[in-house]
């Protein structure tokens, strides 16, 4: 008897001629997820195994298959030859021993002088001659055994699946830039894009003297957190405080936020154009604040031509908040380091802006060589 850990992949299956581009990607991203395991790894009938792994690591291992994008279910399984007395013996050490059950066979290997359902009824008597505190029960089991013999001779023994990450395979989606913040909603947003398959690399604005470098190490650790996800993210950290500074002196300070946007967004773009990056990526959601209305969003919009991808725009505050406990950047997300944001917080922000408006309020700044200057000074932190 062997463990071994069986792998069912996602929407892939719906992908025509091109389907083994994903499939191969899918493959390399498992590889590397599991990259400091020793394992064995094989194709089976659209299905992938993983095997001869040390069996103490076999939870890590989950933990680490559960976020790769691409992957519908994992089964973590007993495998046996195709003979009753060695399927009996891998049954009866699942450890299910009360309650109500079924076992659940497929026979693929034709030859097996019995037919599927002769080989549950089998079973599930073995299993209640061993444990009399089991009840079958084949509409509504709290367990149930699936029993998959396979044609290679070998029969794969299992509980309940446990849910994959879903998705596709990281990378078949093209680059997309994460402007990053220390807040809750950007992480979520890369986390988003990532599960449709893009890569991502990210970009922070950062204040440093205004805010901390622990602020800056906080977005370090979100980013660190994401490359579970996301393979690798290269972090470009940009210094915004002189721009911060210029406009809060030339600009009436109403206009804030909404000109420290464009910014951003003018030199995320720049950034991307470079990084070969097709699409920026923010954690904007509708209305959830005075910079997150739709005037705001077009006067921001308005100064680049990529796409923008808004992945959280229609959701809600808590459902954000869940996906974050979810992925696990929550925790970091809520530590108490001020973003670049608040720094020249104004009391009124405008929460219509009009583009003509701040575009001759943005008359008295250099534009040009205030972000040409910025991105000179980039630090990059690969991970
Ligand atoms: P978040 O929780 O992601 O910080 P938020 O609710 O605080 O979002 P804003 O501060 O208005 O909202 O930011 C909106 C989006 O702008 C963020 O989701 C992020 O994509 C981007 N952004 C904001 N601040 C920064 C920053 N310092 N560096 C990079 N991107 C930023
Ligand atoms: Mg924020």
Known sequence: MKNAILIRYSEIYLKGNNRYFFENLLITNIKTALKEESFDFEKNYGRYIVSNYKV???????????????????????????????????????????GTFKVECNRADKSFPMKSYEIAAELGGRMLDNFPNLVVDIHNPQNIIYVDMR????????????????????????????LLSGGIDSPVAGYMMAKRGMSLSAIHFHSFPFTSLQAKEKVLALAKHLTQYTKALDVYVVP????????????????????????????????????????LITGESLGQVASQTIESINTTNSVVSLPVFRPLIGFDKSDIVEISQKIGTYETSIQPFEDCCTVFLPKHPVIKPKIEIIERAEKKLDIESLIEEAIKNIEIVKF
């Open 56 to 98: 103490e690591n076999e939870k890590q291992i989950v933990e680490k298959l559960s976020k790769v994008f691409g992957i519908h279910s994992i089964s973590p399984c007993l495998v046996v030859e195709n003979n009753l007395d060695s399927i009996t013996q891998a049954i009866l050490s699942l450890d299910i021993q009360a």
């Open 151 to 178: 044609e290679s001779k070998k029969t794969f023994v299992y509980l309940n699946s446990i849910p994959g990450a879903g998705g596709l395979p990281v990378g078949c989606g093209g680059n997309g830039l994460l």
């Open 240 to 279: 915004f405080t002189d721009i911060q500074v210029k406009i809060h002196e030339n600009c009436p300070e109403e206009f804030m936020i909404t000109i420290m946007r464009r910014f951003m967004m003018r030199i995320a773009e720049r950034v991307a154009k470079n990084i070969n990056a097709k699409a």
